[in-house]
C-alpha cells in the first residue's frame, strides 16, 4: 500500500466541523460474538464493571481519534485496500479501563494481525 493513513497524518477536526471518532476494527461473526459477550459478562460480573453491548464487540487495529466526516471515504479506501483473507486469533491478555469500568480482551502475542495492521499504516 503506497497512500498510508494514521492519526497523526490527519487533520485536527476545527470546532464546528461535523467529526467522528473513527479507528479501524474487525467485527467478529455471530458466533464469535456471542462468545466473546459471554465471556464479558463472565469478567463484568467478577470484577463488579460492566460489559460492552454484543453489537458493539470488535477488535481495533487502529484508533485514529476525532476525524472529520468528509475525509471517511479516504479512511474508506485504505480499508478496502487491506486483503480479506481469514485467520486464526488468539486472545492471550485481559485488563480494564478504569474510567469506563469496561474489560477489555487483546493480543499480547504475533500474530497474523499485525500485518493486518501494519497495512493499515
Known amino acids: 500500500m503506497d497512500d498510508r493513513v494514521s492519526g497523526d497524518s490527519l487533520p ?13 476494527a474487525l467485527a467478529p461473526d455471530d458466533d464469535v460474538r456471542e462468545s466473546l459477550a ?7 460480573r467478577k470484577s463488579r ?5 454484543p453489537e458493539n464487540a470488535h ?3 487502529a484508533f485514529l481519534g476525532d476525524v472529520a466526516r468528509a475525509r471517511l471515504p479516504v ?3 485504505v480499508g478496502d ?5 481469514g485467520f486464526v ?12 469500568g469496561v474489560a477489555w480482551q487483546g493480543l ?3 500474530s497474523p494481525l499485525l500485518n493486518v495492521w501494519w497495512q493499515l499504516g
Open 81 to 85: 485496500r487491506v486483503p480479506h483473507a
Open 59 to 61: 477488535l481495533t487495529l
Open 75 to 77: 479512511l474508506q479506501q
Open 49 to 53: 464493571g460492566r460489559a460492552v453491548s
Open 108 to 110: 499480547l502475542a504475533f
Open 38 to 44: 459471554q465471556f464479558g459478562r463472565d469478567i463484568a
Open 12 to 24: 485536527a477536526t476545527p470546532a464546528g466541523v461535523p467529526a467522528v471518532r473513527a479507528f479501524f
Open 89 to 100: 486469533v488468539e486472545f492471550d491478555a485481559l485488563g480494564a479501563w478504569r474510567a469506563s
